[in-house]
């Protein structure tokens, strides 16, 4: 895959993960800056998304992380990984 496709790509999975909806916020997690990385898979790896939650024990991590995990399998199909980062959340300035 080129430079250009891989791009495309990523691009195609940001714009699937803005409809996730952080349940207690009601943003995106896009918009709410949860998304911190995405690595397209290539030779049967798996596509890789890095997130942090906005709380250490969200009680929804569950289904967040299984959302981010269906809506990328749409765009690029299996497998996907979802990695939970131990950084800190901060809202983007000026969100709030």
């Known amino acids: 895959m080129s430079i250009d496709q891989t791009i495309a790509k990523v691009d195609e999975v940001m714009t699937a993960l803005?409809?996730?909806?952080?349940?207690?916020?009601g943003m995106s997690i896009v918009d709410l800056d949860l998304i911190k990385g995405v690595e397209i898979g290539t030779d049967g790896a798996p596509t890789e998304i890095k997130m942090v939650l906005t709380t250490p024990?969200?009680?929804?991590?569950?289904?967040?992380?299984?959302?981010?995990?269906?809506?990328?399998?749409?765009?690029?199909?299996?497998?996907?990984?979802?990695?939970?980062?131990a950084d800190r959340w901060e809202p983007p300035p000026g969100l709030f």
């Open 18 to 25: 803005y409809d996730i909806h952080d349940p207690e916020i």
């Open 57 to 85: 024990f969200c009680p929804w991590a569950g289904e967040l992380i299984q959302s981010v995990k269906a809506k990328t399998e749409e765009v690029v199909g299996p497998p996907v990984k979802v990695t939970l980062l």
